[in-house]
């Protein structure tokens, strides 16, 4: 894996990176939307529990690949609304806390979800294989 900046381009608006390389023959390992919910099912409140529980959840996925949240090339978020943006930032930044390069990151607003609770989907895209993951 390589991450990538542009010289020329705008810089990125948050703590991401705008572009990944995977090289050729790594395994991409691609999960499904997660929502915030908890084994047991209950929701959260909070856009920040429930985007915690999000990359949890994805990062339960991950793992019985053999990977974890250090292989996250990728991030596509959903949130309800613009006033979600700071506690899912805030939340997405302190889940991959430590990481000399964040993933690569796309955020959407959107009307709502399959129930009225969720406030926060997130979809991950990770690799392994050639290169050693993102401490």
Known sequence: MRYL???DGAAPLARYSPGVEI???DRLII???QL???AE???PGTVREQTLLCLE???AILKSAGLDRSHVVKL???VTDRACLPDYMEARDAFFQGRQNPPASTLLIVSGFSRPEFR???EVVAAAGSMKADP
């Open 41 to 43: 099912g209950s929701v």
């Open 120 to 122: 926060v989907e997130v």
């Open 31 to 33: 999960c499904s939307g």
């Open 57 to 59: 959840n994805a990062e």
């Open 76 to 78: 596509t978020a959903y």
């Open 36 to 38: 915030g919910v908890s």
């Open 5 to 7: 900046r542009s010289t």
């Open 23 to 25: 090289a050729a023959g």
